[in-house]
Nanobody, 126 residues
Framework: QVQLEGTGGGLVRAGDSLRVSCSAS????????VAWFRQAPGKEREFVAA????????YYGDSVKGRFTISVDNGKVTMYLQMNSLKPEDTADYYC???????????????????WGQGTQVTVSS
């Protein structure tokens, strides 16, 4: 059973950059699709970014495309979300997720992921 722990959230100003991380324990992310989702107060969980199981495909939500970058380290233990040009509307709890049975057509579906981190809070002030 893989356990995920998200870290690196914080309070930043609009236009700043921030990187959040998610480390796996009890196993690695090898062979897993990985993703970031976010949830703002009073809103539904929103897809942010994902990498397919092979690592060959990366997908981004429309609201973050061109500003955010998802990556996984070579050791397949830690995943990252680099966030640039942050906006107040990016304020949310950010959740990492992973799963070994996520097919490409389901990468944006939170229900497809078996393992979840606890969430790390990102607040962007104007």
């Amino acid at each position: 059973q893989v356990q995920l722990e998200g870290t690196g959230g914080g309070l930043v100003r609009a236009g700043d950059s921030l990187r959040v991380s998610c480390s796996a324990s009890g196993g690695t992310l090898s062979g897993s699709a990985v993703a970031w989702f976010r949830q703002a107060p009073g809103k539904e969980r929103e897809f942010v970014a994902a990498v397919s199981r092979t690592g060959g495909y990366k997908y981004y939500g429309d609201s973050v495309k061109g500003r955010f970058t998802i990556s996984v380290d070579n050791g397949k233990v830690t995943m990252y979300l680099q966030m640039n040009s942050l906006k107040p509307e990016d304020t949310a709890d950010y959740y990492c997720a992973a799963g070994r049975t996520v097919i490409q057509s389901s990468l944006r579906n939170p229900g497809a992921y078996a393992w979840w981190g606890q969430g790390t809070q990102v607040t962007v002030s104007s």
